[in-house]
């Protein structure tokens, strides 16, 4: 039985394929492993498939671009148990697997490689990722997840081959990696991490890394997969900011010292409001497609929304359209009643601000409360 695969993307590395197909090897051999080293190749063109056929890796071809696709297909394509996966361009030392190994076995169902705690060779990473990048997205990922990992990023890891297939992870480009650890913490998998090193790639041409577009699929990644700190947080500050600050301009001007706060501000604070209440309603919405979808894990807290009787939302905003118009009428009539003439601004518009602002939130809350309802209908696949 193969209990482990040494798994490897691979794009035109034949600089450095022969180096690290035979230290995997070698050390399955010196530890007395049964399994395999596994290239998983996108491409190809510089004869990195004849070097690896010869070195006695098995070769899977994965059409679809990305690194990420090549290590969906590589896993699907595994024969081990358990699958380690690294660079194939000589930057992880394939010699020294056994704590990967170890704490798969222990029943870890994903264990990371730490970079900054095993060492990183000089010039192996460039400053801007070693001080700036990796620290500020890992950062983000255990602020955002719960996380006790230190390096999202590392590219030498190990996981439960079964485990990870049940993520059905999907993203194809460099974003997997931090795919990988966000699902798995979003389902609860055992997860750890082990000191490792990074040493300067074999390369003479550039990495296929792209420092600014995979940094920002890598932020995106994390926040599109943690709606609170997206949508939640910053919608309930913009409410409570236009709500504070309304309550006071609507009674008159308020004044800090030498400045003064009137209608311009209660303008500004009104817009905050509406803000706030339409970045809450997307976080409805995206709670709603990861109940429907499986975009995320679905908790019973998350299945509450489900409940959730969107009429509720169209009445109110029915409700709040009629006190808008009843507003708006009693403007209308201040105004009748100095025969239309030129009102007092800073009178006039703490009643016409309020007025606009409930008609606008109004008809906001009916219409999503239909858009709720159709996130609810069942797909033709049965799901709900």
Request: aromatic share 10%.
């Amino acid at each position: 039985m193969c209990e482990l695969t040494i798994l490897m993307p691979c794009l035109n590395e034949a600089e450095t394929l022969q180096v690290c197909i035979r230290n995997a090897r070698r050390f399955l051999s010196e530890n007395q492993v049964e399994g395999e080293v596994l290239i998983a190749d996108n491409g190809s063109t510089d004869g990195s498939i004849e070097i690896a056929e010869r070195e006695g890796a098995r070769v899977v071809h994965i059409e679809q671009k990305g690194y990420g696709s090549a290590l969906i297909g590589g896993t699907k394509a595994a024969l081990g148990k358990y699958v380690i996966m690294g660079d194939s361009d000589d930057s992880y030392d394939f010699l020294h697997l056994m704590p990967f190994l170890e704490k798969l076995r222990e029943g870890y169902e994903l264990v990371m490689g730490n970079r900054f705690a095993g060492g990183i060779e000089r010039d192996a990473m460039p400053w801007s990722h070693r001080y700036i990048g990796n620290p500020v997205l890992s950062f983000i990922g255990r602020l955002f997840y719960r996380s006790k990992i230190r390096d999202f990023h590392c590219g030498l890891r190990g996981y439960n081959k079964e485990s990870i297939l049940a993520l059905h992870l999907h993203t194809s480009g460099m974003e997997y990696a931090s795919e990988m650890v966000v699902k798995s913490e979003l389902s609860g998998l055992r997860i750890t991490e082990v000191p490792t090193t990074l040493k300067k790639d074999g390369r003479n041409r550039p990495p296929h890394l792209r420092s600014f577009r995979d940094g920002w699929r890598h932020l995106k990644f994390l926040f599109i997969y943690a709606p609170s700190w997206l949508y939640l947080y910053p919608g309930i500050a913009l409410i409570v900011i236009g709500l504070l600050g309304s309550g006071v301009l609507v009674a008159g001007q308020f004044r800090v010292g030498d400045v003064v706060f009137g209608i311009h501000t209660l303008l500004y604070c009104m817009f905050f409001l509406i803000m706030g209440i339409n970045i809450l309603l997307l976080f409805e919405f995206t709670r709603i497609y990861a109940c429907t979808s499986g975009f995320l894990p679905v908790s019973e807290r998350t299945k509450r929304i489900l409940q959730f009787r969107e009429d509720r939302l169209i009445f109110g905003g029915g409700f709040l359209v009629l006190a808008g118009l009843i507003v708006s009428i009693a403007a209308l009539m201040t105004w009748s009643g100095t025969g239309y003439a030129d009102l007092v601004p800073e009178q006039v518009m703490r009643i016409t601000i309020p007025g606009a602002a409930m008609l606008e939130i109004g008809v906001q809350f009916i219409f999503s409360g239909f858009f709720m309802g159709t996130l609810k209908v069942p797909r033709q696949d049965g799901t709900s």
